[in-house]
């Protein structure tokens, strides 16, 4: 694979939070540096606070580098024409609670630029696919958890993205709902879609990944095919990030 | 009393309402995610913010045509009272339903929209522009029957200049907020509204309509040319401060 072919490039990229004086306190990303291919599912996996959500929110041009170069599709993530190819389901569903579920996919198309005519189109196409169809004209704000997951992940493909990404997929997914999602990804992969993930659920990524990067502080701690990692993913995380030896049990327990 | 009353309330309360109405829809986006979510698509992130901040505007006149159809409902009701008390020489007992009319021409417009947004899910804005608008018409033109044209012809340049002093305030709430917490821009608004507000010399403005003054329109066209750069400043200072977040 050559650089052309890199859907996400990152180099050298460092975050360091501030306060309101501008003092830094947290550096959530320090020195990081991967790429996403054309067409592979990519996992960013790592203990809570190891920075992959910092991480995605610079691909997507929400965060700004302290350091380091991020691009998206060659381009700098706020660039409007990389984010036009580009789905988002954040870690938590962001909807409207006043939008019905068509509403709030046709906001969305909307914002992705689709016409009247096509937004309707994709609307009914995606409901029916999530399993919301009979549900369309009820505001948002009433649905549980899996539904309001169901409809964020309808509202990152609305735009036919050709990178997708998803942080924390299966969040508050039950098993079924977790099971469909997966089948989900490995469809729009096996279609020639790009696809990154971040999780901690290391199962699901052993499922449906190509190729992991485990983030520990910020920093890449390994990088390779899941298939050439030649354990399980589980144990290798566990000796990369450490076990739960950190916690010191012993004195509470007596 | 009631010109200075209804003019008063417009002041009052379309000042608060064009303030309050920014901050909260800024901020509510911004904590809860979905002003994220609408950044991530491919969309401008200064066009979203003027966009936006237009939509608060749209949003903001309907409460301000409402508050207008109210304050002249109300005028409507006074002057009635006056020509009933001076037929028959005893003071007439109208207020209550003068003043459960002018309620009724701010109340109406939102509750046909609630009805054609729960029923019919009509965009709720656009009813209750559309009926607020309908509503403000029917009031100023039975208020011209009633009263003269003249009398409203004085009272629409002062309109005016409240609307034009509501949309610099909204822009500066629009600004603030987004880059400030509730509070912050609440704060700082209000700083600009202090600082402002001598320039709209209200009192003098409600006095001159009660004694059969007016204000010139020329006054108005005045503080609108004074009103953009100080909007478009705010304005350009919300777009820097929307391209700063992250």
Sequence with gaps: MNDSEDIVRLESVEKTFRDFWLRPTVKAVDGLSLSVRKGEVFGLLGPNGSGKSTTIKMILGLLSPSAGDVRLFGLPPRAIEARRKLGYLPELSYLHPFLTAKETLRYYAGLCGLKSGEAKERTAQLLEMVGLADVAGRPVGGFSKGMARRVSLASALIGRPELLVLDEPTSGLDPVSTKEVKTLVKALAANGMTVLTTSHLLADAEDICDRVMILDHGKSVAEGRVSELGTSLEDFFLAKVGDASEFRLAPFLG | ?246
């Design chain 2, 1 to 246: 009393m009631a010109r200075d009353a209804g003019l008063s309330a417009i002041f009052t309360c379309g000042s608060a309402l064009a303030v309050f109405g920014a901050i909260r829809a800024f901020r509510r986006e911004l904590e809860t995610g979905t002003f994220e979510m609408a950044l991530a698509h491919p969309v401008s992130r200064s066009g979203f913010f003027l966009a936006k901040t237009a939509g608060l505007f749209v949003a903001y006149l309907v409460f301000a045509l409402t508050a207008f159809g109210a304050a002249v409902t109300i005028v409507i009701g006074a002057t009635v009272a006056g020509r009933i008390a001076a037929r028959t020489g005893e003071i007439a007992t109208v207020w209550g339903p003068c003043l459960a009319s002018g309620v009724a021409v701010a109340v109406v417009p939102l509750l046909v929209g609630a009805a054609l947004n729960r029923f019919w899910r009509f965009r709720f804005v656009l009813t209750s522009m559309a009926s607020a608008l309908m509503l403000a018409i029917a009031s100023a033109a039975t208020f011209s029957v009633l009263i003269g044209a003249g009398a409203l012809a004085r009272l629409a340049p002062a309109v005016a200049l409240l609307a034009v002093y509501a949309a610099l305030l909204a822009s500066a709430a629009s600004a603030f907020s987004v880059r400030f917490a509730a509070n912050a821009a609440a704060s700082l608004t209000g700083l600009v509204f202090a600082a402002t507000l001598p320039f709209v010399g209200n009192y003098y403005m409600a006095e001159a309509l009660s004694y059969g003054g007016s204000v010139p329109w020329s006054y108005v066209g005045l503080a609108t040319l004074a009103a953009i750069p100080a909007a478009g400043a705010f304005l350009l200072l919300g777009c820097r401060f929307v391209r700063d977040i992250g």
